[in-house]
């Protein structure tokens, strides 16, 4: 299980590397004004073209800032940037009330985490919201005296760091847009942990890391079904679906990233569970990261599980236009 980092020496070492390894993918740095409702500020701030984002980090009273952005900034401007996401993190000890958290696991792999805890300014925005859409994954953390669950963001000793913290800014960018707040769940949500259906309440460690993809891989799958023309969506707990034009469910997908038997286990048992639970059963959709085992294929084949595969390029996933094309989602 990880174990939220509660020494300052250690989580200074993280808001460090979480610095530098952003800053390698700096494409041009300047100085704007950024602030909110009363206040205004000038920050040395950092954009990347390539991960769609601009960021700056300073220290507050009792914390580390985050502070990101999803468009360019407006340069040699006086203009003021709104910060729609932050990810704070204490100097020290546990603070539930900052969002951000360190985590590390028994291989001393650190993670960034976040307990969902999200403003915008505006009536609906707020941690049952991020809950109700967040599309990355929840795992259970060791949080001081108790166990908390909280949100994978990143891991900031991977090289996939840049692109897992950029697509969980675009993720809160997502959950904030105005056609979705207001908008009540289709199931019950509570703030405690329940582990999704696996038969085993531990993650192992190397499912964590793995773990960290699940975001990056839903919102690559979501833009390449855009790119068709679909109409794509995702409510917890299911990863994303595909609608008519009558608002019905016609595609369901579940997005795994190993292609372990305990993640065919689950994509099998959840599946059918979501789908049962609706009034007209959609196409059910598993999805895993390229190869694929011939025997659980042929296992999936036989209950009408349709498969749909991914490979890793330059650390983001790519779907296969063939394979997309030959499930004739309508």
């Known amino acids: 299980m990880l174990k939220v980092i509660e020494e300052h020496s250690r989580i200074k070492e993280a808001q460090v590397e979480l610095k530098e390894n952003l800053g390698k993918y700096s494409e041009i740095t300047g100085r704007i004004t950024i602030g909110g409702t009363g206040w205004h500020s000038r920050h040395a701030v950092s954009w990347s073209e390539k991960l769609g984002i601009w960021w700056t980090t300073y220290s507050l009273s009792n914390r580390y800032e985050n502070a990101f952005g999803v468009e360019e900034p407006r340069w040699n401007t006086r203009y003021g940037h709104s910060i729609p996401s932050v990810i704070d993190v204490p100097f020290h000890g ?5 969002g951000g958290v360190f985590a590390v696991d028994e291989n001393n792999k650190l993670y960034l985490l976040h307990r969902g805890r999200i403003g915008g300014g505006r009536k ?10 967040y599309r990355g994954k929840w795992v259970a953390v060791q949080d001081g005296d108790s166990v908390s669950r909280l949100a994978l963001v990143a891991i900031l000793n991977s090289e996939k760091f840049p692109w897992q913290i950029a697509n969980f800014v675009h993720e809160l960018q997502r959950i904030k847009q105005e056609d979705i707040v207001g908008t009540k769940p289709s199931v019950t949500l509570t703030d405690t942990f329940e ?10 460690v190397g499912k964590v890391e793995a773990e960290c993809d699940h975001g990056l891989v839903v919102s690559s799958l979501e833009k390449k079904l855009r790119t068709e023309g679909l109409i794509v969506g995702n ?10 034009a009558d608002g019905e469910m016609v595609t369901l997908f579940e997005v795994k990233t190993d292609s372990s038997s305990a993640s065919c286990y689950e994509a099998i048992g959840q599946l059918l569970f979501y789908s049962a639970r609706l009034d007209r ?3 059910i959709v598993a999805v ?10 042929d296992v999936f084949d036989k209950i009408g599980i349709q498969r749909l595969t991914y490979t890793w390029k330059d650390n983001q996933p790519e779907f296969d236009n063939s394979q997309i094309a030959n499930l004739r989602i309508k």
Do not use: C, W
Request: glycine share 8%.
């Open 94 to 98: 546990i603070n539930r009330r900052i």
């Open 124 to 133: 609906g925005i707020g941690k049952t919201l991020f809950l109700a859409n």
């Open 195 to 204: 582990e999704e259906f696996s038969g085993t309440k531990e993650y192992v």
């Open 235 to 244: 409510r917890y707990p299911m990863d994303l679906y595909v609608l008519d």
């Open 281 to 283: 059963k959609p196409q």
């Open 288 to 297: 895993f990261p390229h190869p694929f085992d011939r025997e659980y294929g």
